[in-house]
Structure formats: structure tokens, C-alpha cells
């Protein structure tokens, strides 16, 4: 007795022949394991390939990164307040081989997405069923006149990205003058982590503090007041560091001057010891390549919720700070993220629906000083009908600062490393 | 008769191909890991949720939601999700070793 193919479909109750064939456990285009490439090994990339594995130990996973290890930018306005070093932010990727994911050490330099493939710099070509991009973000340090030459010279930094540059940045700190000047300028959001620099400015008072009272912070910032926690840094501020920190909204840095150590907005032109400008940002450049940085504004990359599909390209999802989101950009939202598109793929190579309703949440810790600190909380549901996802309410930030925040940042820290790297 | 047999052996291993999905106790779960550590078990101030008794963790979180027991986060963390939702997470913490 024969069985027809659809009497095969009304048993299994699925309608599509596609999905037949995916069926079996996760079956690839070719109708070997499926492959998912994951391009950036951060809080987004790492997570991301470690919970396919988890959930999807069918699947092959490449995880393609350049750098040795990975550096925490979370945390690490700690380093640059003096409060810790570069090897409590700096952690290896080896804790991950435990998942069996394929570790790549390159830089992805071209994306095929008609045949699903990534070449690295070192000549590699990898195929995929389903990529993940999660490279983070690309600091437009051109939008900023003499930024490059004076970057090249070693006269300003952004420590936007975790790694030399924290490091350097500390260094300036030490060794400027007491009555010296530090200058912050601060990009208009949407910008990778939102408390970030006024989180630096708290720490580095605080090291100013002890080290050399008589110094100054400049504050030019291009969002016309604190973007985040507004209330946390407002009594942090005046209840330490009261008549060190100068805060000026509205006042985006135009250019700086390595030679001269000036930094320059539309109002003013001043004279500094130690410049930090961080410029606006966007989706890492990996998204342009792949023709996902789609956004209105060029700068970010549109997904469908559910999966973090691109919605441009297919098969090519995109998780942490390069989506465009009414999402704070933070590395817990990144690790989160992961997770969710992570599951998704796994439903969709094995031929099932996604979560139709994921929620997420963010917690973001940020010290305002060496023993207290704040945080900011919210969850975030999946809404059908915006198609994204939506604050319910009930979130929030605390007003003031404590000694158990600051306690549980450290907790946070050490947890989602290793929640993303072990 | 036979046809049948093989039918339903055949829908019986595509269904076991469902023993991979994530569900979804463990996907709304698996956020909480970022704050309360890989696994359930953390390494800091923060506690560990695995292995935590079902019933204690749903009542933790509607006494976090309803005010009834002081929190430094949860009281925001606990208004994002329903009673039922606290039911899967429980469950999902409760088994995990």
C-alpha cells in the first residue's frame, strides 16, 4: 500500500512542501545539517551563536570575530574613573568552545545574500541558511571636522568601543594636570548607550575628586538636556560633585584640534586637557554590505520583530545596537536580542512558527560613584499590531543612587559575561 | 490498517523533532538570565533562580508586583509579565539543575 504525499502532509499538519523537508529535525537547503553563520562575537553575536547551539545542537554554527578576546564596553567607564583595569573588562571566547559553535578568527569583507555567502579577509567563504549580523556600531568619526587627525595623533578618543582607546583615555586622565580641563562631547541619540557618557562624567569626577580637586568637566552635549536617568546624575552631580561639572545641552561638538587641543561647537571654541568626543553613530558598516542598513535615516537596520529578519533582505537577521528600535542600545538588549532571534531560527530551520509574542527586558546599571549607583528597568512585549515592541509601563529608573545599586551592578556585570561567554 | 501505522510513525517523528523547540517558559526565562546568571546560577549579589520552588517564585513575583515585598528592581521587572507567564518562568526555573 502506497502512502501519497498528501496523506503524508495531512498527518504531519503541515501545508507547505518546504517545510516537509525542513522538517526532519532541522534539514539544510542541501539536506545537510542547517547553517547559520553569525558575523561579531559581542554581547549580541556571542550570545546569539551560544543559544542556536543550545537549542539547536542539529545546527552548524560559525561565529566569525577579529579580535583575540572579548573587552567589555559596559563597565568600562570603571577603567577610565581609575576604579578597575583592563584585564577585569577583557575576557576570553574559549568558555564557548564547550557549545561546539565553529570559532572564527577574521573580519567579514563582503556578504552574497542571492547565494547566502560571507568571504573574510583571510579568503574564506562560508554558506549559510540564515545570518546573523551583529556587528555593532560604526562611530562616525568623519561628522566630526579633524576628529581622524587628531584621533591618528592620539589627541582625542571616543572609548566608544572598549579596548585601546579605555585604556588610553585613562592614561590622559592621569596624567593631565590638577586644574586641568576634561572635555566630553556627547552625540544626539539614538546612540549607543544612553547613560554611558554621563556615567563616565560621574566616574571621572569622582577620580578628580580624590586625585586633582581642582579640576574641571565640560559637558557639550547635542541632546538639549541628559538623555538618560536625567534624575540619578542630577543628585549625583550636585550632591559630590558640586561645582566641578559644567553642563551644556544643545551645544553638539562641530570639530576639535589635535595641534591646539580645542574642541569646537557652533557657540564656542575651547581649550582642553583631555578630549573625549564621542560621535553619532550607526549600524555597523557589515550591515551596509549586506543592504540592511535601511532605515529612514540610513543609519540603522529595520527587522520583523519576531525573528529579527531583515526587513530588506532575507535570511539575514540583525541583532543589538545596529537595529532600529524604540530600544535602549545597551548590551543587555543585545544579549536579550540574541536570544529571541536565536529561538526563532530555530523554529524556522525546523520547518515551526516562531514565539509570536517575545518579551524583553533591559536592565541598565550605571555607578555614580566608586560605591553607589542607579539603574533603569523596563520590559518590553512584542505588540501585533505596531509590529514591534512596546513599553507596557511599569518600568522605570531610580531617582537617587545606593550603595545596594552599586552592588548589583557588579552582580550584573559578572553574570551576563557569563551569560554570553560561558 | 497499515497505512495508518505508518502514517502515525511518520507524524510521530516529526513531532519528536518539537523535543528541540524552545518553549515558551524557557524563552521568557532566558531573559532573566543577563541579571540572575547563566544557567540560573549566579555569581553575584543577585540570586540564583535554579532549582527555585515553583510556587515560591510565582508568589515572589506578585508580592514584587503588588508592592508587597520591597524590591531594589523587581517591583519593575515583575509588572511586565501576567500571572501565567510567572506559572512558565516558575516551572521552567523549578527544573533547571
Known amino acids: ?100 559553535i565553529n570559532m572564527v578568527k577574521d573580519m567579514v569583507v563582503a556578504i552574497d545574500p542571492a547565494k547566502r555567502t560571507v568571504t573574510t579577509k583571510g579568503g574564506k567563504t562560508f554558506g549559510y541558511d540564515r ?70 562624567i560621574s566616574l571621572v569626577a569622582d577620580y578628580f575628586k580624590k586625585a586633582k580637586p581642582r579640576s574641571k568637566i565640560l559637558v557639550l552635549d547635542s541632546n538639549p538636556d541628559i538623555a538618560s536617568k536625567k534624575p540619578l546624575f542630577t543628585w549625583a552631580w550636585n550632591s559630590f560633585y558640586a561645582g566641578m561639572i ?57 527587522v520583523d520583530f519576531i525573528t529579527f529578519e531583515s526587513t530588506a533582505v532575507p535570511n539575514v537577521h540583525i541583532i543589538g545596537d545596529s537595529v532600529s528600535a524604540a ?54 512585549r512584542y505588540n501585533a499590531e505596531k509590529k514591534a515592541f512596546v513599553d507596557p ?20 556585570a559578572q553574570n551576563i559575561w557569563a551569560d554570553v561567554l560561558s | 490498517m497499515h497505512k495508518k501505522l505508518i502514517l502515525l510513525s511518520a507524524g510521530a517523528i516529526l513531532l519528536s523533532a518539537n523535543a528541540f523547540a524552545v518553549d515558551r517558559g524557557e524563552l521568557l526565562a532566558s531573559t532573566c538570565l543577563t541579571c540572575h546568571g547563566a544557567g540560573g546560577k549566579s555569581k553575584g549579589a543577585a540570586p540564583s ?5 515553583k510556587a515560591y517564585f510565582v508568589k515572589s513575583m506578585q508580592d514584587f508586583k503588588s508592592g508587597a515585598r520591597p524590591a531594589s528592581v523587581m517591583h519593575r521587572h515583575s509588572k511586565g509579565y501576567t500571572d501565567a507567564e510567572y506559572a512558565l518562568m516558575g516551572e521552567y526555573f523549578s527544573k533547571l539543575k
Open chain 1, 393 to 412: 509601563g511599569g518600568g522605570g529608573a531610580t531617582p537617587q543612587g545606593d550603595t545596594l545599586n552599586h552592588t548589583y551592578a557588579e552582580s550584573w
Open chain 1, 131 to 200: 545570518l546573523v549580523l551583529a556587528p555593532g556600531i560604526d562611530v562616525r568619526t568623519d561628522t566630526v571636522k579633524g576628529f581622524q587627525e587628531a584621533e591618528a595623533a592620539g589627541k582625542v578618543v571616543h572609548a566608544w568601543k572598549a579596548g585601546p582607546q579605555t585604556a588610553l583615555l585613562r592614561k590622559q586622565l592621569e596624567a593631565m594636570p590638577d586644574g586641568g580641563v576634561y572635555v566630553i562631547g556627547i552625540p544626539g541619540m539614538p546612540y549607543r548607550c544612553p547613560p554611558g557618557p554621563y556615567e563616565r
Open chain 1, 1 to 100: 500500500m502506497s502512502i501519497n504525499r498528501r496523506d503524508f502532509l495531512k498527518v504531519s499538519g503541515m501545508g507547505a512542501a518546504s517545510a516537509l523537508i525542513a522538517g526532519c529535525a532541522g534539514m539544510g537547503a542541501s539536506g545537510a545539517k542547517p547553517k547559520v553563520v553569525v558575523v561579531g562575537a559581542g554581547f549580541g553575536g556571542a550570545t546569539c551563536a551560544k543559544y542556536l547551539r543550545k537549542w539547536g545542537p542539529n545546527i552548524d554554527v560559525t561565529l566569525i570575530e577579529p579580535n583575540d578576546k572579548f573587552v567589555s564596553c559596559p563597565r568600562s567607564n570603571l577603567v577610565i574613573g581609575g576604579l578597575r583595569d583592563m584585564d577585569y573588562l577583557t575576557h576570553s571566547y574559549d568558555s564557548l568552545a564547550k557549545y561546539g
Open chain 1, 327 to 380: 530600544l535602549p542600545k545597551s548590551g543587555h538588549m543585545a544579549t536579550n536580542q540574541a536570544k529571541i532571534c536565536a529561538a526563532a531560527i530555530v523554529e524556522l530551520l525546523a520547518g515551526r512558527q516562531p514565539e509570536a509574542v517575545p518579551v524583553v527586558a533591559n536592565t541598565c546599571y550605571s555607578d555614580t560613584s566608586s560605591s553607589t549607583g542607579g539603574h533603569v528597568a523596563n520590559v518590553y
Open chain 1, 246 to 302: 559644567e553642563y551644556r545641552g544643545g551645544n553638539a561638538v562641530t570639530g576639535v584640534d589635535g595641534g591646539r587641543m580645542m574642541v569646537s561647537t557652533e557657540f564656542d571654541d575651547i581649550k582642553a586637557d583631555v578630549m573625549n568626543v564621542v560621535p553619532r553613530q550607526r549600524a555597523g558598516e557589515l550591515c551596509a554590505l549586506a543592504g540592511v542598513r535601511n532605515d529612514a535615516s540610513g543609519n540603522w537596520c529595520t
Open chain 2, 49 to 53: 533562580l535554579a532549582g527555585l520552588d
